[in-house]
């Protein structure tokens, strides 16, 4: 089959000669003998090779660093690396009302959240829905005692209201809460100075507000929303807006691409140490209140 292809490409150029004045024929012609004589000694036409993503010589046996598939360890890597990461945290509970609601939107989506606790509301029954959210994967964070403004109290009584709460939370889970929400956001370097673990903020949507209706919580919440973002919502009593809001807000996030992380998580997969003197509403950024 080779000898009559290339005796045909001999006859073709003999013809060729005799086409003298016709530039653009005589470029047609060549193209064709040489795309004739590419396939005489490859066997091979353009029409019958097959697309294929693995290299020749590799679809039995994986190369290192690749898949079955034919991805390679860096293409996993980038593939993994354009998820999206979020943290949903919910303050000023835990009560047995509201705070199961949340939770029970969170087995509904299969997502985990941390919750920013207030230590006077913890009682037998709440204490219940503390343990369903640890028991979720939830995170259990450190949100005071009372509520107060810590720039308002001296330095025993910001240590006393981290740490009621903190040893509330460990009779609960058996761990130490790992995060602390200033109530208002309210520091100053005698609240750094006396809390030993980093600060959170986190993105909002005025929540607390009977006004606020649910619609325009998860709008607010959406338009804000971007990766590393910490978003703050409230699981206070009889807040059902918020319960409700989250029936726009985790989907659509999932949709996005977004994957719900507690705020450990959070910082760990975007490789970030939080600096315990700086409050934080993206992981990725900062932002310094002293």
Known sequence: ????????????????????GAPSETESVIDRITAEVSSAVTGTTEESTPETSEKPGTAETPAPGT??????????????????????TFDDGPNATTTNDVIDKLEKYGIVASFFLIGNNIN????????????????IDNHSRTHSD???L????????????????FEITGEHTKFFRPPYISVHQIVFDNIDVPFIAGIGANDWEDRVTAEKRARMILKQA??????????AEGNSQTVDALDTIIPELQK???????????????GI??????????????????
């Open 1 to 20: 089959m080779i000898i009559k292809s290339i005796i045909a490409a001999v006859t073709a150029v003999s013809m060729l000669t005799a086409c003298a």
């Open 67 to 88: 898949s079955d598939s034919g991805s390679t360890a860096m293409e996993d890597t980038e593939m993994s690396e354009e998820v999206k990461y979020i943290a949903l």
């Open 124 to 139: 037998d029954e709440s204490a219940k829905a503390v343990k369903r959210a640890y028991d979720l994967g939830c995170e």
């Open 150 to 152: 810590m720039t308002k």
């Open 154 to 169: 001296s330095a025993e009584e910001i240590k006393a209201e981290f740490e009621y709460t903190d040893e509330k939370a």
């Open 226 to 235: 971007k990766d590393g973002d910490i978003i703050l919502l409230h699981d």
């Open 256 to 270: 996005q691409g977004y994957k719900f992380v507690t705020v450990t998580e959070l910082f760990k997969v975007k």
């Open 273 to 290: 140490d939080p600096d315990m003197e700086k409050v934080y509403t993206n992981v990725l950024q900062k932002y310094q209140y002293n």
